[in-house]
């Protein structure tokens, strides 16, 4: 098992693709170099092109004879700087990256600041309009509990339903971007969701339209109309990837 995080700037997401670069590709590279073996590598969440991870959850399946610690140390020294591997263990026979998950905690940045800060756009979306962020708040609530979120499920979705559990949901205004050691300064929305599990672009597309809430384009409770109407259409634009962070796997 290992614990990953990474920049995914520079990467067409998780999931291996032909003649593109991503995360699950670049590891399981490094674990053909390392062991010989062509090794599929799980993971709790396929993450988008651009989508970042501070702690992604990944397993695979091996016969060479390192001890776990070893995988840690060996592929941090192959893998590019934007890839790092923060801890390797066993993991039970049973263990399973995404189906044994509980929870997954995933967080939205917004750079609300005047003038767009040039060191945290890689992390974040900038936004030139002014956000209301009570409203966002209070908009925020209606999506808490069990719902069918098909208004904010993308097309392509291969979830069998829509019906999913957020647990919390919360939108905080927030001086300096906690994760970024030099701590960059400046005015910042973060729209955090914890959930039993989420359909594909489900936190971006709610990003999306909590902005159009800020802006006062859509009400806190023409949200709660949008829930309960299923129908894509009627909801916010996804929100850029580059703000989004897989945060938290729970199990």
Not at 25 to 49: F, H, N, Q
Not at 101 to 129: H, M, Q, W
């Amino acid at each position: 098992k290992l614990i990953l995080q990474y920049d995914g700037t520079n990467y067409s997401g998780w999931q291996v693709q032909p003649d593109r670069v991503t995360i699950q590709g670049v590891i399981e590279t490094g674990l053909r170099k390392m062991t010989g073996e062509e090794t599929m590598v799980l993971s709790a969440g396929r993450t988008d092109a651009g989508v970042h991870a501070l702690q992604q959850v990944a397993s695979f399946d091996t016969a060479s004879p390192y001890p776990p610690g070893v995988f840690q140390k060996a592929l941090n020294g192959m893998l590019p700087q934007d890839i790092r591997i923060i801890s390797s263990d066993y993991a039970g026979d049973d263990f399973h990256p995404r189906y044994s998950a509980k929870a997954k905690s995933y967080f939205y940045l917004i750079d609300c600041s005047e003038v767009r800060n040039p060191f945290t756009g890689r992390y974040s979306y900038y936004c030139k309009y002014r956000l209301d962020s009570k409203k966002m708040i209070e908009a925020a609530a209606c999506l808490m509990g069990r719902h069918d979120f098909s208004s904010f499920r993308a097309s392509g979705c291969g979830a069998r339903s829509p019906v999913r559990e957020i647990y919390d949901i919360r939108v905080e205004q927030i001086n300096t971007i906690e994760f970024l050691t030099v701590g960059f300064s400046g005015s910042f929305i973060r729209i955090s969701v914890n959930g039993n599990a989420f359909l594909r672009h489900m936190v971006r597309n709610i990003a999306g339209t909590m902005i159009e809430v800020g802006r006062n384009r859509i009400s806190p409770e023409g949200l709660r109309t949008i829930l309960k109407a299923r129908d894509r259409r009627l909801a916010g634009p996804a929100a850029p990837a580059r703000g989004l962070f897989l945060e938290r796997v729970f199990y």
